[in-house]
């Protein structure tokens, strides 16, 4: 009897511990450990300041601060938000202060390779789209909706911590460019 | 021991359910908030095709969103049609799948073909829900009354009155080259259909 009791008790808090993957990462945490391919373009490996081919990881991207946006292609804020985000890269890149020290990447969950390069086609995106097709990093991130930013420290020795998320909401360049500085403590 | 043994498998099995039941909210896009209805994992495909690749594309003529009825056979010997059934509004995977056909204007043009997006509910609830997607290019049908008649024809209309996420191309003289009847818990790669719209060439 008591067995049966301690199962049920078991069962009933399952729900509260068994789906880690479900929740999305937070401030404080570090980045899910997550693998993405070497992008193939030159300049994309050398905006990442990585080398060769395979997979890396977050921390081995060569800067302070990243900036890392879940979006989809099918998705109608990320296509409105598109433009808004191609700027932020151009006021990093055009600030001899920041150029270097902070990067944008972005995920397309549940898109392939086709559509996130047609995404990447129609908005012009200067900074590297990795697309997960079957929706496996978008577990590790909890599944959350997009657009989803998350602003990550890059620290020593291959860590990482999470400053920032938002989903939605995306506020325009220049006051994200001023929040991620604040976040970051580049400011 | 033999209890012991027993309860973990009920644990396992459990745990593996819950895993499961978790997986329906497809990257859903934020603009819609709150107000996907989640449908859970459905049977894949719940119809039977009544058309085939080769046959004439049987007409129809449906209200649009916009106001204007909408005819196949107007698109007769001047447009490729793409006819994109989605289940119903206001659900996963369909809420996403036609803001993507929205910025692939380009390649629609470049084949010569118009998209119509179908679905089975009202002009109302269609209008509401793609105003969430911002202004769409395509014209969006309202297969409503006589309930899901033109999905019933096509041989796509589910069970339960919904419709089958599927994709049928025809052809300017009116025959249909490509059906996707997908699984309506997936969204179809866009690809795809790029490679069908190819072979009209």
Known sequence: MKKIVFLVLLILTFPMVGIPSNKPPEKGESFPSIQLPIPKPPSEKAYLGLSGEGLFRIPQIKAKVLIVEIFSMYCPHCQKDAPGVNELYDRIEKNPDLKGKIKLIGIGVGNTPFEVEMFKKTYQIPFPLFPDRDYLLHKAFGEVRTPYFMVVKIKGEGTSEIVHTQLGGYPGAEAFLELVQKVSGLK | ?201
Not at chain 2, 80 to 91: D, E, M, R
Not at chain 2, 106 to 111: L, R, S, V
């Open chain 2, 1 to 201: 021991m033999k209890e012991k043994t027993l309860s973990i498998l009920i644990l396992l099995g459990l745990m593996l359910s819950l895993w499961i039941s978790t997986q329906d909210l497809y990257g859903v896009s934020e603009v819609f908030k709150e107000n996907i209805y989640p449908v859970g994992k459905l049977k894949p495909v719940d119809s039977q095709l009544k058309v085939k690749v080769g046959d004439r594309a049987p007409d129809f003529t449906l209200p649009s969103i916009s106001g204007e009825k909408i005819s196949l056979r107007q698109y007769r010997g001047k447009k490729n049609v793409v006819l994109s059934f989605v289940p119903a509004a206001w659900t996963p995977v369909c809420s996403d799948q036609w803001p993507g056909y929205n910025i692939a204007k380009e390649i629609f043009d470049q084949h010569e073909a118009i998209l119509l997006g179908i679905t089975v509910d009202n002009l109302p609830t269609l209008f509401a829900w793609t105003n969430q997607m911002g202004k769409l290019w395509f014209p969006v049908l309202s297969d409503f009354w006589p309930h899901g008649k033109v999905a019933k024809r096509y041989g796509v209309l589910r069970s339960d009155g919904t419709a089958e996420r599927a994709l049928f191309i025809i052809d300017k003289k009116g025959m249909i080259r490509y059906i996707d009847v997908h699984d309506i818990n997936k969204r179809p790669p866009l690809e795809d259909l790029v490679a069908a719209l190819e072979k009209l060439k």
